[in-house]
T-cell receptor
Framework: DAKTTQPPSMDCAEGRAANLPCNHS???????VYWYRQIHSQGPQYIIH???NNETNEMASLIITEDRKSSTLILPHATLRDTAVYYC?????????????FGTGTSLTVIP | NAGVTQTPKFQVLKTGQSMTLQCAQD?????MSWYRQDPGMGLRLIHY???????DQGEVPNGYNVSRSTTEDFPLRLLSAAPSQTSVYFC?????????????????FGPGTRLTVL
């Protein structure tokens, strides 16, 4: 599975959009981009995933560049409860196993 | 649904002791995994299972055993605990193949077990 690169930390003002970048320059054609977050040592929580097209759900939007070498997770109106570590993961569907390889992620702090 | 449950929440062991971390899910998910998370680090996969009776190794399997006799349960055994196994352990489950559309992609994580080995 392709490796990802994320900034170690970011700050965002409460109420503003939080844009979290992820670089995955070695991604291959059948690999999806997933985002999870982990709030203060709880179990990670799924946010969103995508392959080529931009995706949106009730939590966030995922923007994937046309060459698929990078993506951005957007939290449209960050709240204090969005303070967490955000993990960007790329992986291909596999017949066996559901391995997700987590890196160290981006620690997002939402500032009042 | 209770989701993914893990017991115990906290455990302290002495070097050389053995114990089993319990994980159960009530969502009828096929796929289950065990991860460990060391301070300041991301999660690393220990073992996983694609269904009852089938298990395989992840990134860091040494020192751990697993079995999957039922769909619901996926216990993790430490045969002879070492201080290097001090960590937070998370269990996760997924309904199906982790790719493609829909909720087949979402991993549900338990609350974790905080293990200290002295």
């Amino acid at each position: 599975d392709a490796k990802t690169t994320q900034p170690p930390s970011m700050d965002c003002a409460e109420g503003r959009a939080a844009n979290l970048p992820c670089n995955h320059s070695t991604i291959s054609g059948n690999e999806y981009v997933y985002w999870y977050r982990q709030i203060h040592s709880q179990g990670p929580q799924y946010i969103i995933h995508g392959l080529k097209n931009n995706e949106t759900n009730e939590m966030a939007s995922l923007i994937i560049t046309e060459d698929r070498k990078s993506s951005t997770l957007i939290l449209p109106h960050a709240t204090l409860r969005d303070t967490a570590v955000y993990y960007c993961i790329v992986r291909a569907p596999q017949r066996t196993g559901n391995q997700f390889y987590f890196g160290t992620g981006t620690s997002l702090t939402v500032i009042p | 649904n209770a989701g993914v449950t893990q017991t115990p929440k906290f455990q302290v062991l002495k070097t050389g002791q053995s114990m089993t971390l319990q994980c159960a899910q009530d969502m009828n998910h096929e796929y289950m995994s065990w991860y460990r998370q060391d301070p300041g680090m991301g999660l690393r996969l220990i073992h996983y299972s694609v269904g009852a009776g089938i298990t395989d190794q992840g990134e860091v399997p040494n020192g751990y055993n697993v079995s999957r006799s039922t769909t619901e349960d996926f216990p993790l055994r430490l045969l002879s605990a070492a201080p290097s196994q001090t960590s937070v352990y998370f269990c996760a489950s997924t309904r199906g193949l982790a790719g493609g559309k829909g909720s087949y992609n979402e991993q549900f994580f338990g609350p974790g077990t905080r293990l200290t080995v002295l």
